[in-house]
């Protein structure tokens, strides 16, 4: 499955014999071919409608590869004095997808679904039970070093800067680590600074940055060496507003400029509407969903909630396609399915009540997971 | 595996400048092995007085070991405030796949972190009880800035096998939920064995040569016997001498990748 800048860089990469000449090489030729290949998924992600499984077909070349990968815990419980009991938990149980270069995927799905074990897998600190993984042609867990200059992780609730040094120390640390050239270190790390607001921060320790801040800090770390992946794990949890809305104007941004490809992992269905065509739900280490977002809404059978305020109390609005969900004085709310306009429904409403205002609201993302599983 | 210079010395530098940041800390650390340092002086002065050249030391040799010791108190991590409480809190939280996934190898990772740590602390907390103590009572030091040379080496060499046995308990965390167990009998056991209660060379008999054996030994009593040319007869006693600590820092090492691999294998399959 390896492209042609793949291969180019490892025979460059053969020649020199020098690890570091390899990845940079690498990664180059990537870039370049990762601007092409965006156009290309934008393409391909608008008529690939509601069948998910995208990447597999003509859709640009897949990056991450993912087939059919179990990974089974053993689990060794008390269940007496003296006796132990093992048991077998499938964390991830059979899962295959594909994710071209340049797309930005939401990898969604309840507390203990398998998320976190598959960004695991991915990064290589975890080795599959079964099943094949490949990113960018490696295989994870058997090239860990080699993957690592190709990714970028960054957990929500971890932290990978230098908690008792100033921010710039921990950046100056990636650039040796990760060998990255001093003016491509320069270029990247002001981009960063200027579209992330890091400026003023530079010089503080990183133990007295908020939580916010510290967010930026390490997304930025992350980008640096320049990954083709940029895995997110909970990218805006305890966030405030302002900076979640930083933090993903910074990585569509980044997804638009350079290609970058983006799996994250979030309760926050913001983020997946504002930052990506696919979304992918897992559940009991199982995909149960692949495919874009409007399709999670349909088949999910989801509800959209439209809220009026009328001059007056009233009884129960009736409206064909629709129900009455709430009364509370003048206000009523109408839930009518996510699939369907909105607009027909509002001017029915104003034509036939005595309408003040109105507003609509979204399902909520696990809302409409919980009823997606209760339909099964 | 190539040695990638540049990262390990900004590492060990990070590991230097993140203790040089808590300066109250340091001056309280002053302090306390000041005030030991003087506690001790006043012990061995009673001891030596009754026994004079207890273990081959006369008394000015006596204090030098104490107030020596002192200065290399928190560089060898003797008493703990190293990395490894750090590292097993890392591996508790989960926060280790952070480090796991980075293109640096662990061990070394740790290394240069500590041996940063140790160089701040062999300034910021060994230089001033040692002059205190210079100045209080008449000791042993050295005129020959070779000498001196060679015990910065030996002490480096020190700081190697406290890192090695230290880095074996932070992995310990690996296998143990709590880590402070093994930490307060490890504490007590370098304490011991490294002279820090008595200098080694008291001990007398068999139990004497088994516990200079140790590789605590390599920590501390081994530093002031270079430094106080009690190592042995010429050239050869200091080889021995450092060739002591070096062998122990090397088994050391070895044993803690061999945990690391171990360990690295236990979070890949069963996971974190």
Not at chain 1, 138 to 149: N, S, V, Y
Not at chain 2, 8 to 24: H, Q
Not at chain 2, 126 to 133: I, K, N, R, S
Request: glycine share 12%.
């Amino acid at each position: 499955m390896d492209g042609t800048g793949d291969a180019a860089g490892d025979v460059t990469g053969g020649m020199e014999g020098d690890m570091t000449e390899d990845v940079a090489g690498d990664m180059a030729s990537d870039r370049g071919f990762g601007e092409t290949g965006r156009a290309h998924t934008g393409r391909g992600g608008t008529g690939r409608g509601g069948t998910g499984r995208a990447g597999t077909g003509g859709g640009g070349k897949a990056l991450i590869e993912v087939d059919g990968v179990r990974k089974v815990f053993e689990v060794r419980r008390r269940t007496g004095l003296m006796r132990r009991e093992k048991r077998e938990v499938r964390a991830v149980d059979g899962i295959s997808f594909t994710v071209p270069r340049g797309e930005m995927v939401g990898y969604i799905g309840p507390n203990g679904a398998g998320k976190s074990t598959t960004i695991k897998m991915l990064t290589g600190i975890l080795t599959p039970s079964a099943g094949r993984l490949r990113i960018a042609g490696i295989d994870p867990a058997r090239q860990r070093t080699r993957l690592a200059h190709r990714i970028g992780v960054v957990f929500g609730q971890r932290t990978t800067l230098w908690w008792d040094l100033p921010l710039k120390d921990s950046y100056g640390l990636m650039r040796r680590m990760y060998r990255i050239p001093e003016d491509r270190f320069r270029r990247n790390l002001r981009r960063c600074v200027d579209e992330l607001d890091l400026g003023d921060l530079l010089d503080v320790p990183v133990r007295q940055l908020s939580l916010g801040q510290r967010m930026r800090g390490d997304i930025a770390a992350a980008l640096l060496h320049d990954p083709d992946v940029l895995y997110l794990d909970e990218p805006t949890i305890g966030l405030d507003v302002v900076s979640k809305v930083k933090v993903r104007r910074f990585l569509r941004e980044l997804n638009a400029e350079l290609g970058t490809t983006v799996l994250l992992t979030t309760h926050d269905l913001q983020d997946i509407e504002q930052l990506c065509e696919r979304v992918m739900v897992i559940d009991h280490g199982r995909l149960m969903y692949d495919g874009p977002l409007a399709g999670l809404h349909s088949v999910g059978e989801s509800e959209r909630t439209l809220v009026v305020d009328l001059e007056r109390e009233h009884p129960p609005i009736e409206l064909p396609g629709t129900r009455t969900v709430k009364v509370e004085g003048p206000r009523q709310w109408l839930a009518f399915p996510a699939t369907a306009s909105a607009a027909p429904l509002v001017a029915e409403v104003a034509r036939r009540y005595p309408l003040v205002d109105l507003s609509v609201r979204e399902p909520d993302i696990e809302d409409v997971i919980a009823r997606m599983y209760a339909g099964r | 595996m190539r040695l990638h210079v540049p990262l390990w010395c900004a590492v060990a530098a990070g590991g230097f400048r993140r203790y040089a940041t808590y300066t109250t800390a340091t001056a309280a650390g002053v302090f306390t092995n000041t005030v030991f340092g003087f506690v001790i002086a006043y012990t061995y002065i009673a001891l030596w007085e009754e026994r004079p050249g207890l273990g081959g030391y006369d008394q000015a040799q006596a204090l030098t070991f104490v107030w020596v010791s002192q200065a290399l108190l928190a560089t060898s991590g003797l008493m703990g405030g190293g990395f490894h409480e750090e590292l097993q809190q890392r591996v508790r939280t989960g926060d280790i796949a952070v480090d796991l996934y980075r293109p640096a190898d662990l061990q070394l990772w740790w290394l240069f972190t500590d041996l940063g740590r140790a160089a701040f602390q062999l300034l910021g907390r060994g230089v001033v009880p040692l002059a205190v103590g210079a100045l209080a009572f008449e000791l042993a030091l050295p005129g020959d800035p070779v000498r001196w040379l060679l015990f910065l080496l030996s002490v480096l060499l020190g700081a190697v096998v406290s890192f090695a046995i230290r880095y074996l308990l932070g992995l310990a965390a690996f296998w143990l939920l709590d880590g402070s167990g093994v930490n307060l009998i490890a504490t007590v056991v370098a304490i011991f064995f490294s002279g820090m209660l008595l200098p080694l060379s008291v001990f007398p008999g068999a139990f004497g040569e088994f516990v200079r054996l140790l590789p605590w030994a390599a920590m501390l009593q081994v530093p002031l016997d270079v430094l106080m040319g009690t190592q042995g007869a010429g050239g050869a006693g200091l080889v021995r001498a450092l060739g002591f600590q070096l062998a122990w820092a090397l088994t050391l090492l070895g044993l803690g990748r061999l945990a690391q691999s171990a360990a690295t294998r236990k979070v890949v399959v069963q996971g974190g």
